[in-house]
């Protein structure tokens, strides 16, 4: 933790957070002092090996979940307060638009259940798919669009009510190499261009590194951060980045780090 502690508007802190499960065979602790401090507007992922907590971790943020030990901070308010304040957008790895819905109306929905007019939701969904490269497309069905383009479509509506943090768990997962990266970028553009602070979750150290100024890996047994590695890139970043030495040597690192959270997974 830094020794000069941040201003709290500014700062999202998990402090010594904790998350006990009861089940049938006792008591297992699938967090323990876990301790973060997210800068307004950072890109941050939580890497890490399945079962090490980092759906738990999101959802003690998003006030899903409450800790059993430990508190947390999200720029000045409480997970509640932020949650009741409609500072949170998800995308998860599944985009679930609903088929009967045009992207427009998918896109829209979030404004529609907090009962904007029709008017102001259309434009402002418009907007948003215009920002992530599918104008053009609003009158097109779910069954008539790509995976890639869904996972846009998800993306433009967990933006739509313009939120303080984006929760990213998994998004991209199932799509092939190739458009994973092109998803990359588009999401990196999307992001910087929004201005929100983002905590994603993934398995793809590759792609960890391209979108984070911050990287954790997680272990479990107890679940907990084991590294917390800043990616000092410029941006905006570029395939040809990619394959550059600093790159590479990051990829190293955290493949190494990774490695090691992933021992003892099947101990
Ligand atoms: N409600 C619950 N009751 C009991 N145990 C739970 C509960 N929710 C999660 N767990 C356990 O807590 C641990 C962490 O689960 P979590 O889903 O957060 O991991 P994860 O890192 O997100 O995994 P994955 O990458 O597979 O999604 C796992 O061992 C899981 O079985």
Known sequence: MSAVAADAAETLSVRNVGID???KDGVFPA?????IEIPVGGFTTLLGPSGCGKSTLLRTISDILQPTRGSLSLFGLTPREARQDGAFGFVFQDPVLLPWRNCLQN????????????????????????????EGFETRMPSQISGGMARR?????ALVLSPRILFLDEPFNGL?????????????????????????VTHNVSEAIFMSDRVLVMARNPGRIIADERIELPRPRTQELTRSPEFLEYEDRLTRLLTDAYRGVDD
């Open 153 to 157: 479509v998800a993306i433009a509506r």
């Open 21 to 23: 499960f009861t089940t």
């Open 31 to 35: 967090l323990d002092g876990v301790n």
């Open 107 to 134: 896109t829209a929905l979030p404004l529609q259940v907090a009962g904007v007019g029709k008017r102001e939701r259309t434009e402002r969904a418009a907007e948003m798919l215009k920002l992530v490269g599918l």
């Open 176 to 200: 092939d190499e190739l458009r994973r990266r092109q998803m990359n970028e588009e999401l990196q553009r999307i992001w910087l261009e929004s201005g929100t602070t983002a905590i994603l």
